[in-house]
Structure formats: structure tokens, C-alpha cells
């Protein structure tokens, strides 16, 4: 920035903003260092997804499994944030996809953060087996430690579901690809490990919610923990966005959390 | 809301948040009415997109179809403001959903507007000639007409290709949808009437381009105009977390939209 | 684009960012052309505000008025969308500028747009005025015309206040700022006589509402119809934070629209 | 959530929305316990500003020393990623809402987060020096505490300036709060202490930028850390507006980060 620094040149500006992730030119349109026209019609919505943030080609193992992570959790309800943002957006006269982003925008690390943290609370589990310490007592030790800095342990338990019915579909479809050798399995056990510590003398188990889940195929698959939430705001933009639609059908303006029944009465408590 | 209405009930308030996309109870979760662990694995993120934005299940054809559409157009390089933000956006200390929602929004009348005023170009066309009017003039006036309103037609010419290379595979996936009758092709003989209306008498064509061919596609499966909009920010989110995630392992911090080099004299011309 | 094109050279770029708005350069800020540190201490919020929109310096009257109106619309509680949204998302663990902009992202053509639309019916209001039409007939046209397009009249009614207590004093102030000659009361005039339709055989009357204030105010102060809703986002901003903060310190997590104890019952309806 | 809860009622709605920042009923608007009548024409923007969010009166002295600091950081023209990306979302075909937004969601930890990490930083040496260390002592611990932990000590040096041309104003403003006894001066002597012990042995000073004066003045006030990037927000969403209200009367489309011209060698690069 100093004056004597030599004359910046056009180059500069275009390494400025130089990529891998695709190349443009006239005519001319790579993705990953493949020609657009070579995967329109031969690769999947989900294999692209792969592609673009690996930089290379799933195998129909691995891209069955990511699949099956973004299909589970495109949408609780309206009562989640992320929806109810969404809907109440989509009736004050901005563009759809302000909506769908007004969703995606708290998606966070209370939101939709817990697939990333979950993660690594796993690998630290996983380290400390590597390191010769029995699965039980990794787990154990993992959770004692996670317990301490905080009273939420990410990926397990859920305050709506004794147990999520996401649970046991999705495990399922990691123990596929472990007998298939798709992925190894590790960070399955582990999270089976930390559901058993969690259950011991309790009278309502804490098992591995939705968000665990997902970290699961996602740590299994070598994908690095903060895209355990990018994937998830991929797969839950498809919710946001079907509650905005539906909600612009409906045709009301400026929807507040409550009807407006409810409204004269609201502020009596504060 | 006056005061001798009748009194509010817990009844009204969920009513205010009824939905027929999802329903979540403990224990449950049914999209459009299936229970998800019915779902998971057995069907693609395509089709789970379809079915939440459609209520009903995709046929094999129509998923593919889609699919297509949705591959090709995740990306179109950091010069897009879409991607350009998101870049910036990851190099401020916030969410990557955050990055994400920041591109997102950027998607609007003018960035990805294009495939849903291009759909209802099209019906014009269509309207026109199911009316009676031959191909040829129904293109020829709607053309005429919407030129009048605006300089640009929106999913036709593109500022940066000549032929954009996504054109023909994009086509060519309509083409075998029509061969194999999952579609019945009126949009893209009405897309291709008015390509032949801009290319009379011109050096250079005119030809579709990437929103006019999404919009293809959209119009034939049967999606409102506006979801045309939708399933783009479906796509380009995949795009936009590429970059935004490539942009974080970078370690810029702040980054503008020049190198820092070129400041000092960037406001000169103003 | 095409090859052919001259080289493009960094002054190019420089140019692309080139604005009157601002002037930054080492150890040197000049907003509007004004030295910053010439302006720290000696100007007021409202007057910078007035600055940077406008490109020069309000006077002691207009900086009042426009104060006045800033002022007005903080806040309406927690039951407008963009104040509630910013409440959820002040709960999904985002940054609180990240909740501030999911609130201003609501303030649309619906939300906030009002003010801008006002504007626009007020100067036809003026317009018919001033060619020759006397004040009466020239908003009972304009109301008449304005009806047939829409059923809502930007500015006009509110669907919970009778008479909206921020009408009289903001009002008030246009008056004054009449009386001093600050502004000329033409959008004012306007906005009477288009109360005065309104009421006319009504058994309740139809006043101007904080929308239709606020566009007076910023009418009469030479703001475009577009700064309307601008300055309506500045003002809005505040109570958007402020209730955003105030959920901050509640450390609930993840708030959804309803309490928890609503939420099985309540897709019951759909 | 579980089946024998008491039956929710219409009260734990309203109670779940309950605040005490305003409060709204059929013809009255209360701000903080103020009807807003009083406040229009009486009250100045910073000075409802202060209000909103502490709940109270600002004296003139606390009011002039925020106004002080909302007008110093408005601005730092478009090479600031908040103002880019609003520019470019500007031309997107989207509202002036959605581009404030879109700049607002960028004042992260990163990019508007520095005032309060040093609010915290100032914090630490006042804590030591009230335990009985001197004052350079204490700053050159708590500096050595924090390059521990980061390299970027936030509040002080500037990429760009080497003396920011608002230091000086701005903390002449506090100066002479401190000698109208409207603030105790304690986070000025700390910023003045670490600003000694950055300069010591250099040949460079790093003097204090505009997010540690700004940092100071929200201190001194009694704002807690978090409501230092609050208040940032604020004051920056007047530049974010004014730039973009700009690059709409400029009349492009999808602005990218650099001109056209530069776009097909830009991917050399990569």
C-alpha cells in the first residue's frame, strides 16, 4: 500500500479473484476442470454437490450416502427458525429468494452448527482410541470433557423426539456403505460409543439426533466439519424454500409470529 | 382485532402456522405426507426437492429432467456478484451460512429473475399460438411486444458467450424428455420460434441462454414461473458454497473487491 | 468483451469503483467532500445522514424534521416481522449483525415499501394539482385511480391503530417547518385532501397512518420515493437491534414462533 | 413437550413474545415506557438510539460523545467488503433493503467485530490496573496476553492508514467528556497504555484505528462489548445506503468485482 511498492497491473486484479472451483471464458465453462456440457445429463444434483466441494468424482457409493444425509434434513417444521423466517419473509414483499436467504441466514452455530461440532467431538473420540485407549473410555472420557465446557453435548439428544426417526434409517445407510467399504466406520463406532456412555443408568436414553447423524455420513465420507454445515444449509434450503412457496400462496401481508387475534393482549407480561 | 371480538384460542395460533408440506410430531416427521425414514435412501436430493415443492413423487423421466437443469447452472465463476459476495462475505469473521445466505440474496429480478420472466415469455408465445396463430408470428409478436417494454429479452443473448455451452445438452435433455413423453415439448418449440425470430437478419444470433433453458425445462415439468427462480437458487448455492468455502482456506481477511494495491488510487476517478 | 477489445488497464478497475460518496486514501477520509475529522463533534447523526444521502449539509430546520421522522419509526413491537425474525435470529448463534440484517431483509415493498408508494400517490395528487385541477377533485382522481389498480392505499388506514399516535406530533412538525419555511407544505395539502376522501361518508375515518407521515416528511424534504423506504430501514434499524439485544440476554436458543408447549398440537390444521 | 403438561394457553403465547422495549396497543406506542408522542420532535436519532437500547436518558454530554462516534464510521468506501457487496447487490434487481442487508451481514467478527474484541482488551488492563498494577504495566501484560493468542490486536494499526484521520477527533471528544465529568476517562488512559507499549523500540507506531476509538467512546458510555459492533452497525448502515442508493443511478446490471473487460484473463490464474 505504500507508494514505493511497484505499479499494480490488471494480472494482479485477476489473481485477485483467481479459482479452482471453475473456469469461464467465452464459450467456455469448466466445473472442477470439467467441461459443463460433459456433466449435464450425466451426473446427479447430489454428485455435483460432491464435485464442487471436493474437486473430484464421488463413486456411487459414496454419492448414495451423501444423499441420503441431505435428504433427512430438509425440514422440521415451522416451528423451526430457519422455516419460520422464512414464511413470515416471504409475505412482507421481497423476492423468493431474499426469502430462501433470510432462512439460510440462521442456519448457526445454535441452528445448524451442531453437525460441525458434533464432529469433532467424535474425532476426539476416534483420536483418543487411535492412541490406544479402549472405545468405552475414549467415548467417556470425550463426553466428561465436552459436559464441562458446555451443557449441550452437539449431535445427541433432542428436546421434540425421545428418539429422532431419522436415526435409524441413516445409521443404517452408513452400515451399508461400512459392508460395502464405501467408508470405514470409524466415527459410526464412535458415535455408538458415546449413545452407549449417554444411556448408562438413565432412565430416558440420550441417543444421536438428526444433527449426529448427518456428522456421521458426513465425518465418514471425509468431508472437513465446517461442510457438515454447509451441506446442511444445501439440504435444508430445499425446506426454506417450500415453505416460502407455499406461504406466497396464501396471499397474507406481514406476518407476525401470531395472528392478530392475539395481539392486543401480547405485551402484558413485559 | 377490536375488543368484542371473540377471545383467542391456542387453536388460532396453530392454526396461524398450519402447513401442508411438513408434519412433525415427537416421534414423527412426514414430508408431503411421507413418513422420512421411507425416504431416506430410497430417494435422490433431486427428488426429494421435487416432492417437497410439487406434494407428489417424480417420475424417473421428470427427475432427470430436473436434474439436468439443476447441474447446469451451480456456477458461473466469481465474477458473478452472487459468487463475488460470498467470497468477500467468508473473509468477515462470519457464518458460512451466513456467506451463503449473502449470495443467495444477491439472486434477484436481474441476476436470477431471468428464468422466470423468460417463462412467461414463453407462455405468451404459447398462448398465441394455441389460439390459432402460427408458430412463427406468435414468437414474431411476442417478441415485438415484450421489446417494447424492455431492452433486454430476458433467457435469450448472453453479454458473455456467443453460444453459451450449456445451450445444447441442456436441449438435448428436453429433446429425449419429449422423445420419451415426459414432456410434451411446447415450450421448447416456443423457445426455439423465437430464436429463429432473433436470429433473421442478424450477423450474430441471438441464441438462448442458460435462464431461457432452465426456463425450458422448469415450463415443461410443470413449475409455476416463479419456482423457475427457486430451483436457481437451489442450484447456485452449490456454487456459492464452493467459492465461499475455497475462499475461507484462503486466510484473507476483509478482502474487497481489489487488491489492496490498487486502492490508493481507485477514487480518483470520481 | 470480444478479443479484439483494447487492453484493459488498472485505471479501468480503479474507474469500475470510482464514487462521489466517499474519498479514501492514506491518512485521508473525505465524506462527501468534507474532511471526516471536520465533521466528527460538530455533526449530528441525522446531519451525516442528510449528508451522505444528499451531497451537501441540511440546514437547523430540515435536520429537525428529518429527525423527527427517524425518530417516529423505531419500533411497533415485537409482532412485525422484521422485529421478530431479528428475535429468532438473535437465537441461532449468528453474529448480531447477522440477526440486524435478517430483519432489514424483511422491510420490502410490503413491510416497508408503504412510505416509497405513498410518495408517488401523493405526487399525483400534486401533479393533477398543479395543472389546474383543484385539491379536492385532484385526490378523489388520484384515490379513485390508485383503488382500481390495488386494494390497499400505501400510507393510508392502519389495520390496528384507529388514529395512529404518531400522526399528530409528525404532523406537527411538518406544520412548523411550514410556518418557517423550511419546506413548502405541498405533499402535506396533498395528504389532507386525500384524508379528507377517505372520510367522507365513512363511519370510520381512514387517516393517514406512520407510512404516510413519514412519506410526507421526506416528500416535503426533496428525498426520492426510493430514500423513503431507505430511511425508513435506518430508523427501523434500531428497534431491530434493540429487541435482538434484548433476546441476546434471555438465552433461550433456537426460538421458534410459538413456546415449545404449543408445538405438537400445531400441525394439526394442515 | 411431553403429553401431561398442563394444556398450553393463549397467555404463555403472548408471555413468549413479551418485551420491554416497547410496548403496543390499539392508538398507543409506548418506546421504553415513553409514549412515542413525547419522543417526536423532542428527541434526537442518537438520543432514541441511546434510549432503545439502554433503557433510558442519555444526558447531552453522553448524547454528544455517541453522536461523535455514529458519525465517525459511516464510510470507508468501496474497497470495504459491506460497501462492495452493497453496491453490487444494488444491481441485482433486488430492493434497497435487501442491499443494506446484504452489507450489514458482512460487519462480522472480522470486519466490524474489532470494537468489541477491544472493548474486552481495554477491559483486561483496567481490571489489572485496579487490582493494584500500574497502568503500563498492566497494558503491556495484557498486550502480551493477547499477541499470545492472536496476531491481530484489535483496535490498533490500520492495513491503510498510518495515523486513521478519525483518531484524533474522536478521542479529543472523549477528552473533553472526561473534563465535563460526563465519562471517568479510565478506557482512554488504557487505550493511551497500550498505544505506549506498541511504540516502544519501533520504528512505526501502531496507533489506535477508528475501531479502538470508537471501542473507547462505547466504553466510557457503559455499552457492553457486544452492543460496540451493534452500534457500528448502526452508524455504517448510512454508508452502506448512500452507496448503494449511488450504484442505482447508475443504472448497471449484475456488477462484478471487476469491469467486464478484465473477466476472460481472469481464470489464468487459477
Request: proline share 7%.
Amino acid at each position: 500500500m505504500s507508494r514505493d511498492q511497484p505499479e499494480p497491473t490488471v494480472r494482479d486484479v485477476s489473481d485477485w479473484w483467481a479459482t479452482s472451483v471453475s473456469r469461464v471464458e467465452p464459450d467456455r465453462i469448466e466445473l472442477r476442470g470439467h467441461p459443463v456440457q460433459d456433466l449435464i445429463g450425466s451426473m446427479s444434483f447430489a454428485g455435483i454437490i460432491w464435485l464442487m466441494l471436493r474437486g473430484e468424482t464421488a463413486t456411487p457409493g459414496q454419492e448414495r450416502l451423501l444423499e441420503a444425509a441431505l435428504v433427512s434434513s430438509v425440514d422440521h417444521g415451522p416451528h423451526a427458525p430457519s422455516i419460520a423466517v422464512a414464511r413470515m419473509a416471504a409475505t412482507c414483499g421481497i423476492g423468493l429468494n431474499n426469502a430462501v436467504a433470510t432462512g439460510v441466514n440462521l442456519l448457526g452455530d445454535v441452528h445448524g452448527g451442531a453437525g460441525e461440532q458434533c464432529m469433532a467431538l467424535l474425532d476426539d473420540v476416534r483420536r483418543l482410541h487411535r492412541d490406544g485407549v479402549g472405545l468405552a473410555v475414549a467415548a467417556e472420557t470425550t463426553v466428561a470433557s465436552w459436559r464441562a465446557r458446555s451443557r449441550y453435548l452437539p449431535g445427541f439428544g433432542h428436546r421434540f423426539h425421545s428418539v429422532d426417526p431419522r436415526r435409524d434409517p441413516l445409521l443404517g445407510q452408513v452400515e451399508r456403505a461400512v459392508a460395502d467399504r464405501v467408508v470405514d466406520g470409524s466415527y459410526l463406532r464412535a458415535a455408538h460409543a458415546v449413545e452407549r456412555v449417554l444411556a448408562e443408568g438413565r432412565a430416558r436414553p440420550v441417543p444421536i439426533n438428526i444433527d449426529g447423524c448427518t456428522a456421521v455420513v458426513y465425518a465418514e465420507l471425509g468431508f472437513p466439519p465446517p461442510l457438515a454445515r454447509g451441506l446442511f444449509v444445501l439440504s435444508r434450503s430445499v425446506g426454506i424454500l417450500a415453505h416460502a412457496w407455499e406461504e406466497t400462496g396464501q396471499g397474507r401481508r406481514n406476518k407476525g409470529p401470531m395472528p392478530p387475534s392475539i395481539l392486543p393482549t401480547f405485551t402484558d407480561g413485559a
